[in-house]
């Protein structure tokens, strides 16, 4: 899998969007975006995927940049349950098998 | 259902026991995953199966003895560990080979041996 690069941490406002940046500047084109987060002790909870268009779904958006070597993911309006560590993971599948691969992510603290 | 069961979800063992993790999803996937998860580091992974068959092991010691006696089930079997094997364990699931298919993970037990 492709090597993502995530800020350490980041704090957030409760309320306010939160922004959480993934670069993926060596992604194939058969390489999708995952994006992942643990709530502490728990196990990791799926929150969207894409390839190369924007996504949106109920918890959350993905935008892709256009040549693919970045991407955002955007909590619209952050809570104090939404602190937790947030995971960007590019997949592929290859003749081995189907495997995600977890780099370090993003530690997502909500404040009041 | 999107759920992947774990259970135990605590275990504590000695270094001379002999001791089992089990995972069971009912969603009809197809790949089922084992991930260990140290104190503040993201999960790494020990082993996929694909159509119950072991497709990948990334170097894992043999005291780990994974295990998929069906499609439902994912077995991991535990032998004279050591104290350094103290983990979250994760078990996933998703379905079938495609990279357009998330994966569920459940939410783990914790090893400690002693």
């Known amino acids: 899998d492709a090597k993502t690069t995530q800020p350490t941490s980041m704090d957030c406002a409760e309320g306010r969007a939160a922004n959480l940046p993934c670069n993926h500047s060596t992604i194939s084109g058969n390489e999708y975006v995952y994006w992942y987060r643990q709530i502490h002790s728990q196990g990791p909870q799926y929150i969207i995927h894409?390839?190369?268009n924007n996504e949106t779904n109920e918890m959350a958006s993905l935008i892709i940049t256009e040549d693919r070597k970045s991407s955002t993911l955007i909590l619209p309006h952050a809570t104090l349950r939404d602190t937790a560590v947030y995971y960007c993971i590019v997949r592929v599948v290859d003749n081995a098998g189907n495997m995600l691969t977890f780099g370090g992510g993003t530690r997502l603290m909500v404040k009041p | 259902d999107t759920e992947v069961t774990q259970t135990p979800k605590h275990l504590v063992m000695g270094m001379t026991n002999k001791k089992s993790l089990k995972c069971e999803q009912h969603?009809?996937?197809?790949?089922m995953y084992w991930y260990k998860q140290k104190a503040k580091k993201p999960p790494e992974l020990m082993f996929v199966y694909s159509y119950e068959k072991l497709s990948i092991n990334e170097s894992v010691p043999s005291r780990f003895s994974p295990e998929c006696p069906n499609s439902s089930l994912l077995n991991l079997h535990l032998h004279a560990l050591q104290p350094e094997d103290s983990a979250l364990y994760l078990c996933a699931s998703s379905q079938g080979q495609g990279a357009n298919t998330e994966a569920f993970f459940g939410q783990g037990t914790r090893l400690t041996v002693v």
């Open positions: 969603m009809g996937h197809r790949a």
């Open positions: 894409g390839l190369k």
